[in-house]
T-cell receptor, first 110, second 117 residues
Framework: GDSVTQMEGPVTLSEEAFLTINCTYT??????LFWYVQYPGEGLQLLLK?????DKGSNKGFEATYRKETTSFHLEKGSVQVSDSAVYFC?????????FGSGTKLNVKP | DGGITQSPKYLFRKEGQNVTLSCEQN?????MYWYRQDPGQGLRLIYY???????QKGDIAEGYSVSREKKESFPLTVTSAQKNPTAFYLC????????????????FGAGSRLTVL
């Protein structure tokens, strides 16, 4: 069945460091891919999305490219801020069936 | 503004009691979902509904029940049969598959935290 695997956390970085959170997926057909972010005590918010191979989703300095050949959708940001501290979830949608990774907690220290 | 409203935000339950969590959306979405989140873990699907008066079990439906009498509303009842109900519950909604061009985004509410005393 369809599934999403993302790197385990927590990931701890200093402010202005480069961020990569790895995400790979298994799916039949052509799923859409997403990154969601969750701040403490809140629901998940959409961070970015991509609908087909080679699409790049971007928002608030975060980017991820839909790589069909490696079935990956890695999240990157060139310079993280303390306010980016949160839990990040990779997800896919295959005809209204949504699958989530287990989440990666990011801690950014000043 | 359109969105999903979950209530209450915090709820305490005594053992043996049933409790109902409310979820209302004004996004005109067709599908609605309930997820459970335990500390440090990902999301697990409890129930989902693609249309009014129809719903399907997710991965962990035992001890829970739902109804979908209106398009806007999808309440979740945590019954006394649920042995470990303390968790963070998230409601979400989306359009029907194929109804939108591009990505079909899942929109979440702010969550309800249930604690069993």
């Amino acid at each position: 069945g369809d599934s999403v695997t993302q790197m385990e956390g927590p990931v701890t970085l200093s402010e202005e460091a480069f961020l990569t959170i790895n995400c790979t997926y298994t799916a039949t057909g052509y799923p859409s891919l997403f990154w969601y972010v969750q701040y403490p005590g809140e629901g998940l918010q959409l961070l970015l999305k991509a609908t087909k191979a080679d699409d790049k989703g971007s928002n608030k300095g975060f980017e991820a490219t839909y790589r069909k050949e490696t079935t990956s959708f890695h999240l990157e940001k060139g310079s993280v801020q303390v306010s980016d501290s949160a839990v990040y979830f990779c997800a896919l949608d295959n005809f209204n069936k949504f699958y989530f990774g287990s989440g990666t907690k990011l801690n950014v220290k000043p | 503004d359109g969105g999903i409203t979950q209530s209450p935000k915090y709820l305490f339950r005594k053992e043996g009691q049933n409790v109902t969590l409310s979820c209302e959306q004004n996004l005109n979405h067709d599908a609605m979902y309930w997820y459970r989140q335990d500390p440090g873990q990902g999301l697990r699907l409890i129930y989902y509904s693609q249309i009014v008066n129809d719903f399907q079990k997710g991965d962990i439906a035992e001890g829970y029940s739902v109804s979908r009498e209106k398009k806007e509303s999808f309440p979740l009842t945590v019954t006394s049969a649920q042995k470990n109900p303390t968790a963070f519950y998230l409601c979400a909604s989306s359009f029907e598959a194929g109804k939108v061009s591009g990505a079909n985004v899942l929109t979440f509410g702010a969550g309800s935290r249930l604690t069993v005393l």
